[in-house]
């Protein structure tokens, strides 16, 4: 009788033993997501950030520890929270390139060789990056940067002949 007694003990022992290990691998698993979902959120906001200070979506994942573009676009179409986010660091981005836009313009440090002539080479490319600064703004921020363009008035004659 005492052997069945400890028999059943041990039984129970090894069933209570393996439903905690069952739900220390579920556990560890939902931490794990936890945990993948918080990195994932200190991913989404510095992307964000980077966005919103100018810098290119291609090059921050090429950044060791972002993950691939293809990535983004997908948080973009499946999680409306980080969509939108993305979508104001967008348009923060334009604010951020109008004002490197006047900080180019303003910088004249290359506008002039050693010998005193201009530097068209320096010149060229200051205007060209304004340019492209102003269009992608343009494009980013189109309500703001974009070109406005005016309704012309317009005539409309109508030349109709009434025959009876």
């Not at 100018?54 to 520890?65: A, E, F, M, P």
């Not at 993305?86 to 334009?94: H, P």
Request: aromatic residues 4%; negative net charge; charged residues 25%.
């Amino acid at each position: 009788m005492a052997g069945k007694k400890a028999q059943r003990d041990e039984n129970k022992l090894e069933a209570r033993q393996a439903r905690n290990e069952a739900q220390a691998k579920e556990e560890q698993s939902i931490w794990a997501q936890v945990n993948a979902q918080a990195e994932q959120a200190v991913i989404a906001a510095e992307i964000v950030l980077r966005l919103a200070n100018g810098q290119s979506l291609h090059s921050i994942c090429k950044l060791d520890h972002m993950p691939h573009i293809s990535t983004i676009y997908d948080w973009i179409a499946k999680e409306p929270s980080f969509a939108e986010h993305y979508g104001r660091a967008r348009e923060s981005a334009a604010h951020t390139l109008f004002d490197q836009m006047i900080d180019i313009a303003d910088d004249s440090s290359r506008d002039l060789l050693e010998d005193g002539s201009a530097n068209n080479a320096a010149i060229a490319r200051a205007r060209l990056q304004i340019e492209t600064r102003a269009r992608v703004a343009g494009k980013l921020h189109a309500r703001v940067y974009g070109e406005r363009i005016e309704a012309l008035p317009q005539t409309v004659t109508n030349n109709l002949t009434i025959v009876d």
